[in-house]
């Protein structure tokens, strides 16, 4: 009997054992999949901005009033996240509850209001930032904005936003940085930004942030410059003209480097190859610009390299960045006025102050963003798929 209850203790001990291991492991995944995945950290989303401002005695009144209704995922940020969505938003999360990606603890997020904490921005060039506690090979990362107009009194609906970037596929990294092109607008707007898994190598969730911005707002260190210091220099600043015998160059290509696949490059990083410039879209090496390029690839083609040193006395449209409305570039003879227009023509890749005049197409347009004018490709006035991003139509030169 002894030996039979000694057997018998054994084993339970054993069992003993082996539970606690199971519970052991089933606590490690409950803790990782808690600090799971991520949150966009700047410009602050609105869930970060009111979890700083305080979860449990909130001052802000938007964040006040977001308690009532529902706040408690605020103590998870990086927890506003849909399993297994795959690519398929809408049908997951219904209008008005995107903000919170329909989750109840989350619901005071999607109130419509005109004072939750912004950031102040402008049109140009943003730098956004996904801090990701825990790292996934990525799908994509995408931005929307509201449109020009939208109502605020309004929850808000996936009809309200308009896509702005997209990433296409990411490695797994632990921060995520992305220079979104943020369009011209007035006023308050949201930000709606989709982190997806990558469903085929991950996993198929999805993760949401809404990040309120303030157009016109008084500027502050998430301020997007109208001349970013992210744009290359080699393609931002002033033509030089220190006499009328001196040459300047209008090779859009002048001062790229020239693509090596063992330099790792990221966006807005430029260079040039084999004749044509490339602007990166996102991290990349390796990846031969001539056959990865487009909207969504990992470069983005500008054009081809076009232009060569030049005589000042062929005219130069503008020495400075102060000087009003005239671009700096250097006029070559191609620049000659056409048409009902007296302003320069357009040469993509010269530099372009904020107000400058150009021709292009037969048309006249008044550059609104200095960043993404002096960009050209994408960008070209009234050719590029980007360019009213950049400039605007003033009228036409026939």
């Not at 449109?147 to 309004?154: D, L």
């Not at 009809?159 to 990294?173: F, T």
């Not at 550059?367 to 139509?393: E, F, K, M, R």
Request: neutral net charge; contains cysteine; aromatic residues 10%.
């Amino acid at each position: 009997m002894n030996k039979i209850n000694k057997w018998h203790s054994h084993l339970n001990l054993k069992s003993c054992g082996v539970s606690a291991l199971i519970i052991s492991l089933s606590s490690l995944f409950a803790v990782s999949q808690a600090n799971a995945h991520g949150f966009v950290s700047s410009p602050k989303s609105r869930v970060i901005q009111c979890k700083e401002n305080g979860i449990e005695n909130p001052t802000h009144p938007a964040c006040i009033a977001a308690k009532a209704a529902g706040n408690g995922g605020l103590y998870t940020p990086q927890e506003v996240a849909v399993g297994g969505v795959r690519d398929n938003h809408e049908f997951f999360i219904p209008d008005g509850r995107l903000c919170s990606a329909n989750r109840a603890n989350l619901f005071g997020m999607d109130l419509a209001r005109t004072d939750w904490p912004a950031t102040n921005v402008s049109a140009g060039p943003l730098q956004f930032v996904w801090t990701n506690t825990a790292a996934h090979k990525t799908m994509y990362f995408r931005y929307y904005i509201t449109r020009e107009g939208y109502n605020h009194a309004q929850p808000l609906r996936w009809s309200d936003l308009e896509l702005i970037y997209d990433s296409g596929k990411e490695p797994a990294e632990a921060t995520s940085l992305h220079t979104v092109p943020m369009p011209p607008r007035t006023g308050r707007h949201i930000v709606y930004s989709i982190w997806q898994r990558d469903w085929e190598l991950d996993a198929a969730e999805g993760f949401y942030q809404c990040i309120d911005v303030n157009y016109g707002g008084s500027s502050n260190s998430s301020a997007a410059s109208s001349t970013p210091s992210s744009v290359p220099s080699s393609s931002v600043g002033s033509v030089a003209s220190s006499s009328l015998a001196s040459s300047v160059s209008n090779n859009t290509c002048a001062g790229l480097g020239i693509w090596n696949p063992t330099i790792a490059y990221q966006n807005p990083t430029q260079i040039q190859h084999n004749g044509r410039r490339y602007q990166a879209n996102y991290w990349t090496q390796g990846n031969n610009p001539a056959t990865n390029n487009g909207q969504y690839n990992f470069w983005l083609d500008l054009g081809a390299c076009v232009g060569g040193v030049t005589s000042s006395s062929s005219s130069v449209a503008s020495v400075a960045p102060s000087s009003s409305s005239v671009s700096s570039q250097a006029a070559s003879s191609s620049s000659v006025a056409t048409g009902n227009c007296s302003s320069p023509a357009y040469v993509n890749g010269a530099t372009y102050t904020t107000g400058a005049l150009v021709q292009n197409g037969g048309s006249e347009y008044s550059c609104t963003v200095a960043g993404w004018c002096t960009v050209g490709g994408p960008y070209a006035p009234g050719t590029g798929w980007a360019w009213q991003n950049a400039w605007s139509l003033v009228r036409s030169c026939q």
